[in-house]
């Protein structure tokens, strides 16, 4: 059974750090092609924040995010990670972790995350 389970959200100051993890169960991230994070506020659309290309090596981040937070991963534990610094309170938001792979895509249940002071 594949599963995507999102940890590591909570309450934090203006300012402050975060780093979410992502446990992959039921598949392997050399499976994959792309391992993201996106974000969501109520009301709002779902959010594109950062994403692992596993074919090309490489990462993308959204320029809201972009050298604040770091995405990176960790295959032995098939866990994907984010670290969230400089956080403001428009970063707000439950965050999901998401991966694609050539037959189609899985999403966690996500993890709020709450910046304010």
């Known amino acids: 059974q594949v599963q995507l389970v999102e940890s590591g959200g909570g309450w934090v100051q203006p300012g402050g750090s975060l780093r979410l993890s992502c446990a992959a169960s039921?598949?392997?991230?050399?499976?994959?092609?792309?391992m993201r994070w996106h974000r969501q506020t109520p009301g709002e659309a779902r959010e594109w924040v950062a994403e692992?290309?596993?074919?090309?090596?490489?990462?993308a981040y959204a320029d809201s995010v972009k050298g604040r937070f770091t995405i990176s991963r960790d295959n032995a534990k098939n866990t994907l990670y984010l670290q969230m610094n400089s956080l403001k309170p428009e970063d707000t938001a439950v965050y999901y972790c998401?991966?694609?792979?050539?037959?189609?895509?899985?999403w966690g249940q996500g993890t709020q995350v709450t910046v304010s002071s």
């Open positions: 998401h991966a694609v792979t050539q037959e189609t895509s899985y």
């Open positions: 039921g598949f392997t991230f050399s499976s994959t092609i792309f």
């Open positions: 692992f290309n596993n074919i090309a090596g490489s990462t």
